[in-house]
């Protein structure tokens, strides 16, 4: 453990010397430091490389440690909160259907465009990566669908069972059309009306799905209750449940990353969970500008350039990492790229979780102060938006988030070194395997670093 504390001590120095940069989402700023951008990341990859190699040349066995739980939330608290919590969020799930519609159609000033795409979607990704994820609690759907069982008396399902053929992919279709199109590419988040429209017509789905299949449907075709799932497996808390409530656990980062996900559908939708996150942040980049309309003048067609842009790269990356799973079993003398791809694809996620929090932290603060004078507005008197970013300078924006990048590279290797040397028979045949995905990550460090060092283009 001194070692990897050593790694991470390495890590933290690299913040202090970022090179001349625009800050990615703090527009028109500028700062200097030291040394070029190029050295930043050829530091920041050599970084990742060289945990890797320090992991192959220990050649622990396991890098996932147990902890003891720290104390034990009781039941009637953890029932209070849980009940309180549903009935909070499912308010707001109404204020937004009815704000949306009937409220002031200016985004910064109506419940329904602060509250779903920054507090909601972002704020909720986020407390999942720190605690694991609170869905199951919060979800507005499963409270309108355990409100009709209520009614009827026992569960509904119109069906015998949730077809097994679907797997994960109404998930990976609805993250996809809703955060990676809807929030990305169109003005949907910028109308009210439009984001309650998307918001009902969204929960009227997964409540059919539910009546049609069960509690099952949630599982599998909710695009938020599989996201939050999945970043949930980078929290450094556990709740484990106990007789005398839920005890609380505090583990390494890694650890619910060494799991294997339970079918190749789940590897398209981690991926598209890493790939989106950068996405969103490349639209703000020139270099965006450039190739888009570059595309449209080529190809000769309109706003739908950039939802094509979007799936093309959806495409590459999912085939790059499918590559690798080949490659790697390739190297390591085995066979089977899909289980490969499925053990390994949980070892991303910390990639992503790292990217969601650098990329969306400022946007959900700053949102939850909007948020809380428009809630305080709309029940008692107008109030100005809270500022909660006056701490906030350009540099310490920009040096966390090359910290929180590379942590959760850090974070990655160490996943995959560990589900490396359990999956394979022989320490050797684990090294060879691992290669390919520590060269991907190398590569996507860099990558990551040079999209937010790009300037903002409104």
Same mark, same amino acid.
């Given at each position: 453990m001194d070692k990897r504390r050593t790694v991470f001590i390495v890590l933290v120095a690299l913040t202090a010397f970022v090179g001349v940069t625009s800050a990615h989402q703090i527009q028109s700023s500028r700062f200097t430091a030291p040394i070029p951008l190029s050295l930043l990341f050829g530091g920041a990859g050599v970084t990742v490389a060289a945990t890797?190699?320090?992991?192959?040349i220990t050649g622990e066995r396991s890098t996932v440690v147990r902890t003891q739980p720290v104390f034990v939330i009781p039941t009637n608290l953890a029932t209070l909160v849980r009940y309180g919590a549903r009935a909070v969020f499912f308010g707001g799930f109404l204020v937004v259907i009815v704000r949306g519609f009937f409220g002031p159609q200016i985004a910064a000033e109506n419940f329904?465009?602060?509250?779903?795409?920054?507090?909601?979607?972002? =704020?909720?990704?986020?407390?999942?990566?720190?605690?694991?994820?609170?869905?199951?609690?919060?979800?507005?759907?499963?409270?309108?669908?355990?409100?009709?069982?209520?009614?009827?008396?026992s569960d509904i399902a119109?069906?015998?069972? +949730?077809?097994?053929?679907?797997?994960?992919?109404p998930a990976f279709g609805g993250f996809v059309v809703g955060i990676g199109?809807?929030?990305?590419?169109?003005?949907?988040?910028?109308?009210?009306?439009?984001?309650?429209?998307?918001?009902?017509? +969204?929960?009227?789905? %997964? @409540?059919?799905?539910?009546?049609?299949?069960?509690r099952e449907w949630f599982r599998h075709a909710d695009a938020l209750s599989v996201l939050y799932r999945l970043f949930g497996?980078?929290?450094p808390v556990e709740f484990v449940a106990a007789d005398?409530?839920?005890?609380? @656990?505090?583990?390494?980062?890694?650890?619910?990353?060494?799991?294997?996900?339970?079918?190749? =559908?789940?590897?398209?939708?981690?991926?598209?969970?890493?790939?989106?996150?950068?996405?969103? *942040?490349?639209?703000?980049?020139?270099?965006?500008?450039?190739?888009?309309?570059?595309?449209?003048?080529?190809?000769?067609? =309109?706003?739908?350039?950039?939802?094509?842009?979007?799936v093309l790269g959806l495409a590459g990356f999912i085939a790059a990492f499918? *590559?690798?799973? %080949?490659?790697?079993?390739?190297?390591?003398?085995? *066979?089977?790229?899909?289980?490969?791809?499925?053990?390994?694809?949980?070892?991303?996620?910390?990639?992503?979780?790292? +990217?969601?929090?650098?990329?969306? +932290?400022p946007f959900v603060v700053e949102r939850l102060g909007r948020l809380a004078a428009v809630a305080w507005s709309l029940a008692v008197s107008p109030?100005?938006?809270?500022?909660?970013?006056?701490?906030?300078?350009?540099?310490?924006?920009? *040096?966390s988030q090359v910290l929180l990048i590379v942590a959760g590279h850090i974070i990655a290797v160490v996943a995959a070194h560990s589900v490396a040397v359990e999956r394979y028979e022989t320490l050797s045949r684990a090294r060879r395997a691992h290669l390919p995905l520590v060269a991907l990550m190398v590569g996507y460090t860099v990558l990551s670093l040079w999209i937010i060092s790009r300037p903002v283009v409104s």
């Open positions: 890797a190699a320090w992991l192959a329904a465009t602060v509250f779903v795409w920054a507090v909601w979607f972002k =704020g909720v990704g986020l407390l999942a990566i720190l605690v694991g994820s609170p869905w199951r609690v919060l979800s507005p759907w499963r409270t309108l669908y355990d409100g009709l069982v209520r009614i009827e008396g119109l069906f015998d069972a +949730y077809p097994s053929w679907l797997g994960y992919w199109i809807f929030e990305n590419l169109t003005v949907v988040p910028r109308s009210p009306a439009a984001t309650a429209v998307v918001i009902a017509g +969204y929960a009227a789905a %997964m @409540v059919l799905g539910a009546v049609a299949f069960g497996r980078v929290a005398d409530g839920y005890r609380v @656990v505090f583990r390494p980062p890694w650890t619910g990353c060494t799991r294997p996900i339970e079918r190749f =559908g789940l590897v398209a939708f981690v991926v598209a969970t890493v790939y989106t996150v950068s996405f969103d *942040g490349f639209t703000n980049t020139p270099e965006f500008q450039s190739l888009l309309f570059g595309l449209r003048d080529l190809l000769a067609t =309109g706003p739908g350039t950039s939802v094509l842009v979007y499918v *590559g690798v799973s %080949m490659a790697m079993e390739t190297v390591s003398g085995s *066979g089977g790229w899909r289980g490969t791809a499925v053990a390994f694809a949980p070892t991303i996620l910390p990639i992503a979780a790292a +990217y969601e929090v650098a990329h969306n +932290y109030m100005e938006p809270i500022s909660l970013l006056w701490w906030l300078s350009v540099p310490v924006f920009w *040096g």
